[in-house]
């Protein structure tokens, strides 16, 4: 298979004529060939982009809906296809990527052809001066949006959906190492009658295709979801160029388990929170804090849980840790279970490197639970972003939220709490974008998304990602005679 770029309507090889191997996490095996693109293939997208501008800006609310909604309707017409190749490409569990990532996806879509319908702009009357204000919410122009690996198409989709309903043409990149499905949906969208030069996918690798992509001067505004330091990267090259940001970024997310939760509610949901996509989700409790009363129960169950996980190959409906996206993520999620003694921890179960029979070259790691003494080991502030989770007791609300906020990171917390008083408090104390209480990742995509501290800058979801994808244009009128 060749993945080449989509460039005004036409799938066309990268200018330079270099390819990247893709490999399929499960076996370790080259799958595919994917456009290297440079500098002269951005160049290329970012003016045909320019020339869609005013014709898709210029679209009535109703037709760019329509359009929107049939890129969604194209999406689960495909699902089928979607999910293998969402699978194989980064050896998620095939059920997974069949009951999240690809309803997901077809569901931004659905979500922002309804939202853009109800997007509205603010006036302000000064009464007795004869005077209103108005604010047009204006599309930027031509936007970029970059993407990793994790959650391939869902996040893909995420923010093209919101830039394209609100009027912007799109420079995106997907992740190198999961690119498959995203130029599955560049065809969808034409076939969806997506003008050409609307929607322009560019293949390639992150210091090239996608530093042209955050430094190319006609491109006004950078979505980008990924690791914190390239986030900070990036901000170092488009804020000095004005450029507008929004940085969906790392998370060290806080698990907090009172004794008077529903035990077996949050067992079952902290399993999930845990090891979902290989621990591979930018949500996932890596840190889990239990009070002390019912910490010894807790490690029983949740270890005996863990171990009954199964771990293989991602196409088995029995499956239900898959492979690791590659072979250097393996490596790095390793060395940090590598170093569990010197930073004075113990492994309750996993974090050995599998065999999977007939695909022994593939990328997978038992399910790793580790107990630490003290939240500031590294094992418990730095992002490992695998199947790895740490176990720490605590005695009092004050301490489990102290140790909590102490990292680097605010994406999300998760508390677990029948008292409604505990779980307001926490949620109003807690440094993160988002909490969940008794739950984890419920989304509503109505309501804003993102981190603070190292986790990012900016909101997306809802109105939040609308009003990021416009500039707001506040015309002032006078009418007195
Ligand atoms: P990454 O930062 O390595 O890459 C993300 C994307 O950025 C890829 O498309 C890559 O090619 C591109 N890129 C890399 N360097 C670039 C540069 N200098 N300029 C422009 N683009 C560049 O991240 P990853 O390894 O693909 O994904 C894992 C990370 O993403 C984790 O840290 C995870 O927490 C984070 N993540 C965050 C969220 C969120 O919503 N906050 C969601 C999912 C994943």
Known sequence: MRIQNLINGHLVDPIAGQWLDVRAPANGQVYASLANSDKSDVVRAVSAAENAFPQWSNTTITERSAILMKIAEAIEEKQDTLATAESTD???????????????????????????????SESHESIGLHTINYTLRQPIGVVGCISPWNLPLYLFTWKIAPALAAGNCVIAKPSEITPVTANILGELCLKAGLPKGVLNIINGRGDSAGQAIISHPKIKAISFTGGSKTGAQIATTAAPMFKKLSLELGGKNPNIIFADCDYSTMLKTTLRSSFSNQGQICLCGSRIFVERTIYDQFKKDFVKAVTSLKVGNPADSETDIGALVSLSHLNKVKSYIDTTPQEGGTILCGGDVLKI?????????????????????????????????????????????AMANDVPYGLSATVWTNDLKRSMRMSEKLESGIVWVNTWMQRDLRTPFGGVKDSGVGREGGTEALRFFTEAKNVCINYSE
Do not use: W
Not at 90 to 110: H, S, Y
Not at 374 to 395: A, H, K, W, Y
């Open 90 to 120: 980064n050896g998620k569990p095939l059920t997974l990527a069949k009951k999240v990532d690809i309803p997901r996806a077809a569901e931004n879509f659905r979500f922002f052809a309804h939202a853009i319908t109800q997007f509205s």
């Open 357 to 401: 029979p007939h695909l022994e070259s593939g990328y997978y790691i038992s399910p790793c639970v580790i107990e630490v003494t003290s939240n500031t080991c590294r094992l418990n502030q730095e992002e490992i972003f695998g199947p790895v989770v740490t176990l720490m007791p605590f005695d009092t609300e004050a301490e489990a939220l």
